[in-house]
């Protein structure tokens, strides 16, 4: 019922009621703080503009209070699989599927209400031995592996129906200079395993958000094989929600406005942005032709600061190149639609063993006492006390 003044209006009899609420009001104001407290953390302080991620292991989840757990459950709302739902892992054998990390990992992300990132479904490493050959070794046909691939993803994303909110359909499937990777699945499909795994994952799970994700991003040859490719995948009228940019960055590569540029490109297609697999090695890059087969020389050479602590100077560097890309990522928060780091603390991050084995990196948001790095914590504070 719409309210007149007259209803509105105080008469003799509301009148004491009002100024008692009144007075009870201006109580509990001054009784109380003028903002209701927040948990100090990252994902409070970035609120409802993306959600914030991180790569987690099976292992991890099995220990109910490490420091880990206790950082994803206060800092994260979203989670993805670090390995356990690769294909070695969760379909090494044709007819052996193992779904116990894959299991673990999705009900720790439901019990603590956190977005869970299915990753991935196709990806030419970590894949299954068995997976695109016969018994002698050779290269199946493409009949058996359309079928193949039907199977594992019909089983996998049927699996988790309702349970993952998206999922990394093909992972690093486009090189640098555009082309597709002549990897076993696309010299046997050609480009057609990309379309029929995003349909074989849309029939099992409707509901569920697609992604195509790949690293160096910013290579312009990259970027622009993927926007022929959101066009060719809409031609045919199937599901694609966003493109998965991983962001595994160095002290020396990218530069954020070229990272800008190819996140701009592909939401122009109307398609959304994530940063999928976020880390900044701290660490000499390691070139492609650099000779690492002497190990211990080698680390010497590219882990340079331990055992004593990464100089201030170095440090300061790391930070305000993540607090540029994380200031950036804020910016486009209307087309980011998430950002996740490639694992929770420097502790366990992947890059201590890559490509070096056994080097001392700290490439993430948190380091290995468990504290956010300065960035994150200006970030935190600054946006908790607006
Ligand atoms: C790629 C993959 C990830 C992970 C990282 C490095 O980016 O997508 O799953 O394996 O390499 O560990």
């Known amino acids: 019922m719409r309210k007149t003044y007259k209803s509105m209006s105080m008469n003799k009899k509301t009148l004491p009621f009002a100024a008692a609420f009144l007075s009870a009001a201006l109580f509990s104001c001054s009784q109380q703080p003028s903002k209701p407290a927040v948990e100090p953390s990252l994902k409070a302080a970035v609120g409802d503009r993306f959600t914030v991620g991180a790569a987690a292991s099976a292992l991890q989840m099995a220990v109910p209070d490490t420091q880990a757990v206790r950082i994803l459950k206060t800092h994260f709302n979203s989670i993805v699989a670090e390995n356990c739902m690769k294909c070695e892992v969760i379909h090494p ?38 997976f695109c050959v016969d018994s002698l070794g050779n290269n199946v046909s493409p009949d058996v592996l359309r079928q193949r691939i039907k199977s594992h993803i019909h089983t996998i994303v049927g699996r988790y129906k309702g349970k993952v909110h998206g999922w990394d359909v093909c992972n690093e499937i486009i090189v640098e200079d555009g082309s597709f990777r002549k990897s076993p ?16 994952a ?8 697609l992604y195509l994700n790949d690293y160096g991003m910013t290579a312009p040859g990259r970027r622009d094989a993927y926007l022929a490719l959101i066009d060719s995948i809409k031609v045919r009228g199937l599901r694609l929600d966003a493109i998965g940019m991983q962001g595994h960055m160095g002290m020396d590569y990218p530069q954020v406005e070229e990272f800008e540029q190819s996140m701009l490109a592909f939401a122009a297609k109307g398609v959304g942005v994530m940063v999928t697999e976020w880390d900044m090695s701290i660490l000499p890059t390691v ?3 650099a000779n690492i087969s002497d190990v211990a020389e080698a680390r010497k050479e590219f882990d340079p600061y331990w055992p004593n602590a990464v100089p201030d100077s170095v440090a300061r560097v790391w930070n305000d190149r993540m607090g540029a890309f994380w200031a950036l990522f804020v910016k486009h928060s209307d087309i980011l639609k998430r950002v996740t780091a490639w694992g929770v603390t420097d502790a366990a991050s992947w890059k201590n063993d890559f490509p070096v084995p056994g080097r001392h990196d700290e490439p993430l948001l948190f380091d290995r006492q468990g504290q956010p790095k300065p960035f994150v914590k200006d970030f935190i504070t600054n946006e908790l006390n607006k």
Not at 185 to 200: C, H, R, S, W
Not at 202 to 209: I, R, T, V
């Open 93 to 130: 054998f044709e007819a052996t599927y193992n779904f116990a990390g894959g299991d673990s990992i999705v009900t720790f992300a439901q019990e603590n209400n956190m977005e869970m990132i299915g990753h991935c479904l196709l990806w030419h490493s970590q894949m299954a031995p068995w």
């Open 185 to 200: 699945l696309f010299e046997i499909l050609g480009t057609e395993f990309v379309y029929d795994a995003l349909q074989f």
């Open 202 to 209: 849309h029939e099992a799970d409707p509901d569920a958000e």
């Open 287 to 289: 070139t492609q032709s």
